[in-house]
């Protein structure tokens, strides 16, 4: 289920841009990433309207619309690839 992103969600939607951030760029410094995410918490996350995905209760991906536009889709690592 797709549903508008909840305060209650941040740490998630925080967790599986990391680790996602992390593993599609890996040839960045995962410390990097890892410096970025009181940005994310703090500038873009809430300069977007922000929906997640859902599946029995449980946040595995997010897209972020800034200004109408696609500003971001993640999901998260292990369950890329399952074709939901």
Do not use: C
Not at 46 to 51: R, V
Not at 58 to 77: D, H, K, M, Q
């Amino acid at each position: 289920m797709i549903r508008q992103y909840k305060q209650e969600d941040s740490e998630l939607v925080l967790d599986i841009w990391l680790q996602a951030s992390i593993k599609a760029h890996d040839f960045v410094a995962a410390e990097f990433w890892g410096s970025q995410v009181s940005n994310m918490r703090e500038i873009y996350i809430p300069a977007s309207k922000t929906y997640v995905f859902e599946i029995d209760g449980g946040v595995i991906g997010f897209y972020s619309l800034y200004e109408n536009l696609l500003a971001a889709i993640f999901v998260s690592p292990e369950h890329k690839g399952q074709g939901r």
